[in-house]
């Protein structure tokens, strides 16, 4: 059976796994090149672990789905989330790393997803839910 284009995860740590199988499923179906498929799972497994670890985390009810649509252009998949308001696209950078010995675990990943994903977006629903786009061109930038 094909994967469906709308998940809803589980709000737990198995919630990762069953998102990037997920994807990995849809990947195959649709014939994504190894760098979609390869840029999609990293910003997602990001974006689910950052969601369950901080934004759900004391939620009461938490809730988190995942949408997968696709055009000529772009493949996209959304993140959505109940948990509290949080905007990774204005987290400034990190600090440059001057020597590996000063590098601190964490605090990297969203950069990560902002470089291997072509597009990254974020919203506020009116019913109160964070909405993570993350998007990748079809066909990579002319260098």
Same mark, same amino acid.
């Given at each position: 059976?094909?994967?469906?284009? =709308?998940?809803?995860?589980?709000?737990?740590?198995?919630?990762?796994?069953?998102?990037?199988?997920?994807? $990995?499923?849809?990947? $195959?179906?649709?014939?994504?090149?190894?760098?979609?498929?390869?840029?999609?799972?990293?910003?997602?497994?990001?974006?689910?672990?950052?969601?369950?670890?901080?934004?759900?985390?004391?939620?009461?009810?938490?809730?988190?789905?995942?949408?997968?649509?696709?055009?000529?252009?772009?493949?996209?998949?959304?993140? $959505?989330?109940?948990?509290?308001?949080?905007?990774?696209?204005?987290?400034?950078?990190?600090?440059?790393?001057?020597?590996?010995?000063?590098?601190?675990?964490?605090?990297?990943?969203?950069?990560?997803?902002?470089?291997?994903?072509?597009?990254?977006?974020? =919203?506020?629903?009116? $019913?109160?839910?964070?909405?993570?786009?993350?998007?990748?061109?079809?066909?990579?930038?002319?260098?």
């Amino acid at each position: 059976m094909p994967p469906a284009d =709308t998940l809803d995860l589980d709000p737990n740590p198995d919630g990762v796994a069953q998102a990037l199988g997920w994807l $990995e499923h849809l990947a $195959e179906r649709d014939g994504w090149t190894p760098r979609q498929q390869q840029g999609l799972m990293l910003a997602l497994d990001e974006a689910v672990t950052n969601a369950l670890m901080h934004g759900l985390s004391g939620q009461p009810d938490p809730r988190l789905r995942v949408h997968h649509a696709a055009d000529a252009d772009a493949i996209r998949v959304v993140l $959505e989330d109940n948990g509290a308001p949080f905007d990774p696209t204005q987290v400034p950078p990190p600090p440059p790393v001057l020597d590996l010995d000063s590098l601190a675990v964490g605090g990297r990943g969203i950069l990560l997803m902002k470089r291997v994903v072509s597009h990254l977006r974020y =919203t506020r629903t009116p $019913e109160g839910w964070n909405r993570l786009t993350l998007s990748i061109d079809r066909q990579p930038p002319a260098a």
